[in-house]
């Protein structure tokens, strides 16, 4: 199985240390998880050879990144802004990212495009024009253009931003049924976008990893922690406001998920998700 090793890699700008010695290694499908801010794409634009380390390395098996020209061969990216000339339609779009990558013959590159607009579910859509493509049609065709030539490693960078609930769902699903024998970087501040199609996840905050590991490993790390309550409507909460996860409506009251270290009156305790163990991690490292 290919393996995306990151050791040790460090990335400044100015007094601003953006990545400090991070260190992963990466099979499958893989997410980085952490707030704006968290060096989540400093890292990615790194991995798709758009910027250099200060120091540390990344190497996929043998093939060094200190080798650009070789690794782009194997890349496909697809950044947080996607912007291509509007005026054009699907079609056109994927022919023009099939020349650049190096697909010179006019009916590989026609075979490759349909395969590929198939398994985005765009082949009925290859002579709409950009601008009237949906938030989702846009974004799959993004995925679409970053797997052309069947590259061993995708990095998707925010891929749900902007979509409503209906189309994050159908992307995720989209990037998991593309994950098969190649390895697919997802980074993201949306928990549910990783839960849906990670294997492993990595917790990055302020440059550094906090944790890596399985959904069931990091939720593990919040076992006992997560707590439930109820609160009547016309009360404050009884709990303070920074350890809420959730505040959910029901008939006539509240019911409050929260995350604590000791059991409070009236508070049951509950089985952590994702999003509640990405809390509790964030919770601890403020506390370091």
Request: charged share 25%.
């Amino acid at each position: 199985m290919a393996a995306l090793k990151i050791d040790n890699i460090v990335k400044t700008f100015g007094k601003k240390r953006a990545l400090d010695h991070v260190s992963l290694e990466i099979t499958g499908t893989f997410g980085l998880l952490g707030p704006n801010g968290a060096g989540k794409t400093t890292l990615m634009r790194l991995i798709a050879t758009l910027d250099t380390p200060d120091s540390g390395e990344i190497k996929l098996n043998s093939l060094s990144w200190t080798q650009p020209h070789q690794v782009r061969k194997l890349l496909g990216y697809l950044p947080q802004h996607f912007s291509i000339y509007k005026s054009l339609n699907v079609y056109e779009v994927m022919n023009h990212f099939a020349v650049l990558k190096g697909i010179s013959e006019k009916d590989e590159r026609k075979r490759e495009i349909d395969r590929i607009l198939e398994a985005v579910n765009l082949q009925d859509q290859k002579i709409k024009k950009i601008r009237a493509l949906s938030g989702g049609m846009l974004r799959r065709l993004g995925i679409a253009q970053a797997i052309l030539g069947d590259p061993k490693l995708v990095i998707v960078d925010e891929p749900t931003a902007g979509l409503d609930v209906q189309e994050r769902v159908r992307f995720c699903k989209l990037l998991r049924r593309l994950a098969e024998n190649r390895i697919i970087i997802i980074s993201t501040h949306i928990v549910e976008d990783l839960e849906a199609t990670c294997d492993h996840i990595a917790i990055i905050n302020e440059g550094k990893v906090i944790t890596s590991g399985t959904r069931r490993e990091l939720t593990k790390h919040a076992d006992g922690h997560i707590w439930e309550m109820d609160s009547p409507m016309d009360a404050d909460p009884p709990i303070p406001e920074q350890v809420i996860i959730s505040t959910v409506q029901q008939e006539d009251h509240y019911r409050i998920r929260f995350y604590h270290d000791m059991e409070l009156p009236g508070a049951g305790q509950v089985e952590p998700n994702l999003e509640d163990a990405y809390l509790y991690y964030m919770k601890e490292a403020d506390h370091v």
